[in-house]
């Protein structure tokens, strides 16, 4: 369909609710509820975990200038701080690729731009924690 | 007729009738737009004589019948009820004949504007299609099982109380043409839809609660809302409206959990 035809000499905007063949399903699911619950959730088990991650790594002990190989290395020895950065890499990237999947919702405006963002950071997402986990779990002090 | 009140009341009234001729100069800055003669709309400026006390409206009506007969905007009542003259005015949302000249600093140009998010259709007449769509599904209406009573649905005092806030709505649109993720995607239910659900959700007459809130669970429902209370702020009725769609969201979740 044209953007201009005789009858309609203003732009042809599609309404936005009418039924086409591109309106996409009723989903039918939880899974929005779920994300926006898991924001409220894990937003308050990081305020715990980044303030308490910072106030370790940039104020106790000499501040900043301490964080070395061996600090980190004598750090990851103990499962609690292993667990500790564990779930603080998964929890802040998962509430940061929902919110960014939410910017992209309320911000792309074309379906493909929007898709393509979404790609894109699910992309980023799922490398960042894969790698975390994967130097978490296999973290060798002895390395050379 | 000479006692105390009725003398303070026309004392009262002449003070009312001194300022009455008091007009000013009124400059109205109106967004036009005629398919007609241009893809693009422009501003244009009308200058009018106006009373401080008057209506927006009143202003629009002025021009429309003094100067520029092709004017074009929505109004049936003309008196805050049925909701057809929401436009973007000085930027806000509001209904043209609610809104006082004295009000919006006349001192200024006045900008008046289609209200957004909703295709404009001629100068402040928008296509309200996708909006009442909206409406529709949500199913604005009581849904009842078995046999109808043989006299009224009884319901107390408390339980019209819970969801007495909605039944004020007039579907204007001010809100849900407010609100930024309406803007940016028509899919989104809108502020209005949800407040309307809201009406029938917390009814204790109603038995399509469940159905409605399935519906408002969608992936365009009540969890695109971002909270950032321009509906509230738009609602020419003082509906809570914010507080409305947070109540529909616990409603969400206490029902899952």
Redesign the interface.
Known sequence: MSLYDVDNPAPVIEAPRKRTGKTPKTTRTNFELYGWLFMRLSGIVLVVLVLGHLLIQLMLDGGVSKIGFAFVAGRWASPFWQAWDLIMLWLAMLHGANGLRTVINDYAQRDNTRFWLKMLLYTATVFTVLLGTLVIFTFDPNIR | MSSPTLEKHSAALDAAENTASENITVTFRIRR?N??VS?EATWQDFQLELDPKERVLDGLHKIKWDQDGTLTFRRSCAHGICGSDAMRINGKNRLACKTLIKDINPEKPITVEAIKGL???KDLVV?M??FF??YR?VMPFLVTKGNEPTRERRQSAEDRERFDDTTKCILCAACTSSC??FW????YFGPAAIVNAHRFIFDSRDEAGEQRL??L?????V??C?TTFNCTDACPRGIEVTKAIQEV?RA??TR?F
Do not use: M, S
């Open positions: 737009f398919p007609e893809e295709t404009v259709l296509d299609e996708p769509q909206a599904d930024p993720v940016n995607d028509g899919q399935e519906i669970n969608d992936k365009d429902g969890w695109r971002r969201k969400l979740i899952r």
